[in-house]
């Protein structure tokens, strides 16, 4: 036996609404008695599935991925909802749990199938019973341990693969294998998977882990990719259009001064050209005869200037020849740029290329002076001697860059081969502790799980046994006399059915027909109520989880609901825990005032929170709803004032205008979006019905009524916009939207509509609330 209680929701990965949820540090650590309140579509509901969902072990909740803080006889740990042991204490009142334990048959009258298998107990059923409920005691330490045990074995050997996963990554991670880089990619699923399969691989193990390793994180020599592979043309091409070009005659008649005078003739004839337009010599001031220029034109006639040009282009050839093989030579690489082995070779290949290049260059200077000299000179005719000289080649060059990049891409492969060798032995050096300690940990599952098995066992048992001719009457005759408490109203009676398995409810001695909301609730509520004190064990008192015991349709019985459930769960402490989950403010709001009042009477202390649903970024880009679990105000004086739905309301939506800014990201926007068909209409709705009480139940008409004492055209527009969107239905319409960025401006226009109307009520309402009525009106730069 133990006694338990949860401290707090840790997170919730996956159920329902609850889709990567955490608490966010936001909510306090839960007390013995803790008060909920959440609107409809807060995730309120959602929550008290989840506990339901735990305790029953539902399909559902398997993949939840839920971590809740408990504490056990005084001992902190983390449950999940799988852990079953812990969930069995929870019982949970909800709509499920009516749905699953009341059937109402209008023909035969309403029936209850759960709350009690009637009849009575006989005395081998009590021994029997007895006997199971000591053995289950002496086996739930037992059971407990030998799970823990389990876990602590499994968490051990986790670790163990681990350490060795982080071995490899410390080893290799510079290697060319991206596996091993980081423990995200490399982890202990891999060193798991080499253990279990085939051990032959271990054959291939490194048997020098230092030499392996460092053969494995070598780096590999960057690419050559400078080398200059131009094409240049054939010394045999250059040197046969050569010799032509020295070898031409010009046809031209030779003026005797200028023939054996290159220099003069070269000088005339830059002059030609500058005085074809002028009759005076600019050198000596003499006039240039017609007969003159005739001499001239005909020294330097067509053939010449021709054979000119194309010893002109010859020598641009010849020049970029030279170049592009002086950069052929540039591009060969140094010996730091291919691997050490390969420096001989090298210096070979690039000393035989810059040989060949040495003459190559040297032959097409000869042609060069050769070509120069006959245009300086063309009516001369000269030949030229060249010794076969051949271009050169840089194939020697380029085999040993194919070695290097040869070696780039073994170099790749064995430092692979290497880490993968370095790897097996890592591992290999761990395979007979991990053998040691799976067996251990098979043998404690097993061990754990036939205690486990035993237990559920015996739990079936248990209820089986319990519920074995059980005597109904003492419960009848309490659910009629509480049910009439919380009616208030007797005119409900529950009778012992004829078999003595079940009972009636019957009204004016005949069955009861067509219970009202009102009525089921009731006799649900206390059949859950005595169902739970009925199974109490002294020691494993239950933790207990009420969600609305009050729906919308039984404010009738309010107050005796409100009032039963505290003397039974609050005054009368039999359960370890309380958590209660209510919509309904009014209910909410009696509570706080009691536990307010109560203080530190309240035995284990209480909690009061508010959930809702809040707009979240999300990696996506949508903003995306998740459950807020928020404490309530520790200020006394606030939270009594925050005790009117309309005051709460209120203050949520001025706070929320308040602090809007155009900063605001997308989801902060949403959030205050949501406010406006809920939050902000039931707010208006409070205000109209006090000011225009002619209008009543018809929110459009107020509204109208309202902006007739609204000025400002903007404002009125925002107002109207709002109006025409949401106050056309009895209830507030979430699925008609208004643009994001509109929100804060719709709500604040609001509250211009409100001051336009009364502003000393507003005023009265700020300084209330403790809010600063002039930032509800603060336009944000």
Request: net charge negative.
């Given at each position: 036996?133990?006694?338990?209680?949860?401290?707090?929701?840790?997170?919730?990965?996956?159920?329902?609404?609850?889709?990567?949820?955490?608490?966010?540090?936001?909510?306090?650590?839960?007390?013995?008695?803790?008060?909920?309140?959440?609107?409809?579509?807060?995730?309120?509901?959602?929550?008290?599935?989840?506990?339901?969902?735990?305790?029953?072990?539902?399909?559902?909740?398997?993949?939840?991925?839920?971590?809740?803080?408990?504490?056990?006889?005084?001992?902190?740990?983390?449950?999940?909802?799988?852990?079953?042991?812990?969930?069995?204490?929870?019982?949970?009142?909800?709509?499920?749990?009516?749905?699953?334990?009341?059937?109402?048959?209008?023909?035969?009258?309403?029936?209850?199938?759960?709350?009690?298998?009637?009849?009575?107990?006989?005395?081998?059923?009590?021994?029997?019973?007895?006997?199971?409920?000591?053995?289950?005691?002496?086996?739930?330490?037992?059971?407990?341990?030998?799970?823990?045990?389990?876990?602590?074995?499994?968490?051990?050997?986790?670790?163990?693969?681990?350490?060795?996963?982080?071995?490899?990554?410390?080893?290799?991670?510079?290697?060319?294998?991206?596996?091993?880089?980081?423990?995200?990619?490399?982890?202990?699923?891999?060193?798991?998977?080499?253990?279990?399969?085939?051990?032959?691989?271990?054959?291939?193990?490194?048997?020098?882990?230092?030499?392996?390793?460092?053969?494995?994180?070598?780096?590999?020599?960057?690419?050559?990719?400078?080398?200059?592979?131009?094409?240049?043309?054939?010394?045999?091409?250059?040197?046969?259009?050569?010799?032509?070009?020295?070898?031409?005659?010009?046809?031209?008649?030779?003026?005797?001064?200028?023939?054996?005078?290159?220099?003069?003739?070269?000088?005339?004839?830059?002059?030609v050209d500058l005085h074809v337009e002028i009759e005076t010599c600019l050198f000596c001031d003499?006039?240039?005869?017609?007969?003159?220029?005739?001499?001239?034109?005909?020294?330097?006639?067509?053939?010449?200037?021709?054979?000119?040009?194309?010893?002109?282009?010859?020598?641009?050839?010849?020049?970029?020849?030279?170049?592009?093989?002086?950069?052929?030579?540039?591009?060969?690489?140094?010996?730091?740029?291919?691997?050490?082995?390969?420096?001989?070779?090298?210096?070979?290949?690039?000393?035989?290329?810059?040989?060949?290049?040495?003459?190559?260059?040297?032959?097409?200077?000869?042609?060069?002076?050769?070509?120069?000299?006959?245009?300086?000179?063309?009516?001369?005719?000269?030949?030229?001697?060249?010794?076969?000289?051949?271009?050169?080649?840089?194939?020697?060059?380029?085999?040993?860059?194919?070695?290097?990049?040869?070696?780039?891409?073994?170099?790749?492969?064995?430092?692979?081969?290497?880490?993968?060798?370095?790897?097996?032995?890592?591992?290999?050096?761990?395979?007979?502790?991990?053998?040691?300690?799976?067996?251990?940990?098979?043998?404690?599952?097993?061990?754990?799980?036939?205690?486990?098995?035993?237990?559920?066992?015996?739990?079936?048992?248990?209820?089986?046994?319990?519920?074995?001719?059980?005597?109904?009457?003492?419960?009848?005759?309490?659910?009629?006399?509480?049910?009439?408490?919380?009616?208030?109203?007797?005119?409900?009676?529950?009778?012992?059915?004829?078999?003595?398995?079940?009972?009636?409810?019957?009204?004016?001695?005949?069955?009861?027909?067509?219970?009202?909301?009102?009525?089921?609730?009731?006799?649900?509520?206390?059949?859950?109520?005595?169902?739970?004190?009925?199974?109490?064990?002294?020691?494993?008192?239950?933790?207990?989880?009420?969600?609305?015991?009050?729906?919308?349709?039984?404010?009738?019985?309010?107050?005796?609901?409100?009032?039963?459930?505290?003397?039974?769960?609050?005054?009368?402490?039999?359960?370890?825990?309380?958590?209660?989950?209510?919509?309904?403010?009014?209910?909410?709001?009696?509570?706080?005032?009691?536990?307010?009042?109560?203080?530190?009477?309240?035995?284990?202390?209480?909690?009061?929170?508010?959930?809702?649903?809040?707009?979240?970024?999300?990696?996506?880009?949508?903003?995306?709803?998740?459950?807020?679990?928020?404490?309530?105000?520790?200020?006394?004086?606030?939270?009594?004032?925050?005790?009117?739905?309309?005051?709460?309301?209120?203050?949520?939506?001025?706070?929320?205008?308040?602090?809007?800014?155009?900063?605001?990201?997308?989801?902060?926007?949403?959030?205050?979006?949501?406010?406006?068909?809920?939050?902000?209409?039931?707010?208006?709705?409070?205000?109209?019905?006090?000011?225009?009480?002619?209008?009543?139940?018809?929110?459009?008409?107020?509204?109208?009524?309202?902006?007739?004492?609204?000025?400002?055209?903007?404002?009125?527009?925002?107002?109207?916009?709002?109006l025409h969107t949401y106050s056309h239905n009895e209830?507030?319409?979430?699925?008609?939207?208004?643009?994001?960025?509109?929100?804060?401006?719709?709500?604040?226009?609001?509250?211009?509509?409100?001051?336009?109307?009364?502003?000393?009520?507003?005023?009265?309402?700020?300084?209330?609330?403790?809010?600063?009525?002039?930032?509800?009106?603060?336009?944000?730069?």
């Amino acid at each position: 036996m133990s006694h338990a209680r949860i401290n707090r929701l840790r997170k919730i990965g996956n159920y329902r609404a609850f889709q990567g949820w955490t608490d966010e540090g936001r909510a306090t650590e839960f007390a013995r008695v803790n008060l909920i309140y959440g609107t409809n579509g807060s995730g309120k509901s959602t929550l008290a599935n989840l506990f339901r969902a735990c305790s029953s072990s539902a399909l559902e909740v398997q993949r939840a991925a839920a971590e809740f803080d408990v504490v056990i006889d005084g001992s902190p740990e983390v449950v999940t909802q799988t852990s079953s042991a812990f969930w069995e204490r929870v019982r949970v009142f909800n709509t499920e749990y009516v749905r699953e334990n009341l059937r109402f048959d209008d023909d035969a009258g309403p029936r209850s199938d759960s709350l009690l298998t009637l009849g009575k107990v006989n005395v081998d059923a009590e021994e029997k019973l007895r006997a199971a409920e000591t053995r289950k005691a002496e086996l739930e330490p037992l059971s407990r341990e030998a799970r823990s045990k389990a876990d602590s074995l499994h968490k051990a050997l986790q670790q163990r693969l681990t350490e060795v996963a982080g071995q490899v990554v410390e080893d290799l991670r510079a290697s060319p294998v991206a596996t091993y880089r980081a423990t995200n990619s490399y982890t202990r699923t891999n060193v798991r998977a080499l253990l279990t399969n085939d051990r032959a691989l271990f054959d291939g193990a490194s048997e020098d882990i230092a030499a392996d390793r460092a053969m494995a994180t070598s780096a590999a020599k960057e690419a050559y990719t400078r080398l200059n592979r131009s094409h240049l043309p054939s010394v045999a091409e250059l040197r046969d259009t050569a010799i032509e070009l020295l070898q031409t005659d010009v046809t031209s008649r030779p003026l005797s001064a200028l023939a054996d005078s290159p220099n003069r003739a070269a000088w005339v004839q830059r002059g030609v050209d500058l005085h074809v337009e002028i009759e005076t010599c600019l050198f000596c001031d003499n006039t240039i005869s017609d007969e003159r220029r005739r001499e001239l034109a005909a020294h330097f006639d067509k053939s010449l200037t021709d054979l000119q040009s194309r010893i002109d282009a010859q020598v641009a050839l010849i020049e970029e020849s030279c170049a592009t093989a002086n950069s052929m030579a540039s591009s060969v690489p140094r010996d730091a740029d291919l691997y050490p082995d390969l420096a001989g070779e090298l210096r070979l290949a690039r000393s035989e290329f810059r040989d060949q290049n040495d003459k190559f260059q040297g032959s097409l200077h000869r042609i060069l002076k050769a070509l120069r000299l006959k245009r300086e000179n063309p009516f001369s005719v000269t030949t030229i001697d060249l010794p076969p000289v051949s271009i050169p080649s840089l194939r020697h060059v380029e085999e040993v860059v194919g070695k290097h990049e040869h070696k780039r891409s073994t170099h790749a492969r064995e430092a692979t081969a290497a880490a993968r060798r370095v790897e097996l032995a890592r591992v290999r050096a761990v395979a007979e502790d991990y053998d040691e300690r799976a067996a251990a940990v098979l043998d404690q599952n097993t061990r754990a799980e036939e205690l486990a098995t035993e237990l559920r066992l015996l739990s079936e048992r248990i209820i089986a046994l319990a519920n074995q001719d059980a005597d109904p009457v003492p419960q009848a005759t309490e659910l009629t006399t509480d049910v009439a408490r919380l009616l208030g109203r007797a005119d409900l009676r529950f009778e012992p059915s004829a078999d003595g398995k079940q009972y009636r409810i019957e009204r004016a001695g005949a069955p009861a027909t067509h219970l009202s909301e009102g009525e089921r609730t009731a006799i649900a509520l206390l059949h859950f109520l005595a169902s739970v004190r009925r199974g109490v064990v002294p020691g494993d008192e239950p933790i207990v989880v009420v969600d609305d015991p009050v729906s919308s349709m039984d404010d009738a019985i309010l107050f005796g609901v409100s009032s039963f459930l505290w003397a039974s769960l609050i005054e009368d402490d039999y359960a370890s825990q309380v958590i209660l989950l209510t919509h309904n403010f009014e209910l909410f709001r009696q509570w706080v005032m009691q536990l307010e009042s109560a203080g530190r009477h309240v035995s284990g202390g209480f909690t009061i929170h508010e959930i809702r649903m809040r707009y979240r970024s999300h990696r996506s880009g949508t903003p995306r709803r998740l459950p807020q679990l928020d404490p309530w105000t520790t200020d006394k004086n606030q939270s009594r004032r925050l005790r009117s739905l309309y005051h709460f309301l209120f203050a949520r939506v001025a706070k929320s205008v308040a602090e809007a800014s155009p900063e605001l990201g997308l989801a902060e926007r949403m959030d205050l979006l949501a406010l406006v068909p809920n939050a902000a209409r039931k707010m208006m709705e409070a205000f109209l019905s006090f000011r225009y009480p002619q209008h009543i139940g018809n929110f459009h008409a107020g509204m109208k009524a309202a902006m007739e004492s609204l000025g400002n055209p903007a404002v009125r527009t925002h107002v109207e916009r709002y109006l025409h969107t949401y106050s056309h239905n009895e209830e507030g319409n979430v699925s008609a939207m208004l643009d994001p960025t509109e929100a804060s401006v719709v709500l604040r226009s609001l509250f211009l509509l409100i001051r336009a109307n009364d502003p000393q009520h507003l005023s009265a309402m700020c300084q209330a609330l403790e809010i600063d009525e002039h930032s509800l009106f603060a336009i944000s730069g």
